[in-house]
């Protein structure tokens, strides 16, 4: 699981602190029995006693110790069972307390992550791509091909079927998508879908807003003060498995944007890592607003697909 070492931390600690808490909760319920049921304590205490008693007889070579062991304590059982339950407790109530009864709150069963850990990396994937709420709509389950006709189906199924083999081709084939055309056609949508079954995989996704991608990268330039707490965000940009950076063009385009850009987009090249662009400029437009070497950049290393027709978002507020 692609995670940095500070989020694999804060998973553990989570853990810790499930431990902690149900080893509380079980001390509490402990001392109350104690407190209010006549005799546990005594039955409890005696186990101890026990179990040293028939070691005894079995180092001086009585056979029959061990099982008799057995019997005492499988009879001790129950009848501390007998008395919570006639105090109108679970016969339960003193067993460990486990928020995943599988790896016991250990995060590992057979020295393999147990599923409530992957769903711990899930989540805070989820959390780290800043779309989890986007996602709840946006996704495979939700696309229809119902608002697009003749060659705007043709292109838009095109592109889905390139996403779909980013997401089941990414362990073996690198390959970056770059989403254009006009405004409502399903780019953001789309990228959507493959942050979500990405993210569902196990890899983390990041994603910006043009404007927001770029307020980022200013701040981690400038705001010297956080530097150490920017600079692993700043990595994150370069090593998430995924990036996506949405309605370029957005943004306010100077010299910074440019450089930020091209360096950006070469970084992730270099390392093979995946990053989906959507725009509602046009190629030309494309040229002309940023530098050749961007331009270029992203014709030779993206697949290119153009995306047209009605503007879905208008279509369906106006067919509520």
């Known amino acids: 699981m692609p995670l940095s070492n500070s989020q694999y931390d804060s998973i553990i600690r989570t853990y810790e602190e499930k431990q902690n808490r149900n080893r509380y909760l ?30 005894k007889k079995l180092l001086d070579g009585d056979d029959s110790a061990l099982t008799e062991l057995r019997l005492l304590l499988k ?54 791509s800043n779309i989890s709420r986007q996602l709840e709509k946006e996704n495979f389950s939700t696309l229809s091909y119902e ?30 998508l770059f989403f254009y055309g006009t405004v409502g056609t399903g780019k953001s949508f789309l990228s959507g879908c493959i942050a979500k079954e ?3 995989n196990g890899h983390s996704v990041i994603y910006f807003s043009a404007v927001r991608f770029f307020e980022t990268l200013s701040q981690i330039s ?19 498995d995924l990036l996506i950076i949405d309605d370029l063009g957005t943004e306010l385009t100077n010299n910074f944007v440019t450089t930020q850009l091209f360096s950006c987009l070469n970084e992730r090249h270099m390392r093979r890592k995946p990053t ?45």
């Open 222 to 240: 400038f705001d010297f003060k956080n530097k150490d707490e920017l600079h692993g965000m700043y990595q994150d940009l370069y090593q998430c």
């Open 26 to 55: 079980l001390e509490e319920r402990r001392n109350y029995v104690y407190q209010h049921i006549d005799g546990y304590r005594e039955l409890e205490e005696s186990t101890a006693s026990l179990s040293v008693e028939q070691g």
């Open 198 to 200: 990405l993210i569902e």
């Open 147 to 176: 608002y697009y006709q003749g060659e705007d189906l043709r292109r838009f199924q095109s592109a889905v079927e390139a996403g779909k083999k980013l997401i089941e081709n990414y362990d073996f084939d690198y390959h970056n």
């Open 75 to 128: 009879n001790l059982t129950e009848a501390k069972r007998g008395l919570l339950l006639s105090a109108g407790l679970p016969a339960d109530y003193l067993e460990p307390v486990y928020d995943c009864p599988d790896c016991q709150d250990s995060g590992y069963m057979d020295g393999r992550k147990c599923h409530c850990f992957k769903q711990a990396e899930i989540s805070l994937l989820y959390e780290q």
């Open 276 to 320: 989906i662009i959507s725009t509602n400029l046009s190629l030309e437009e494309l040229r002309n607003r940023y530098s050749d070497r961007i331009f270029s950049r992203i014709m030779s290393n993206y697949q290119i697909y153009k995306l047209s027709g009605p503007d879905i978002r208008i279509h369906k507020k106006l067919n509520k």
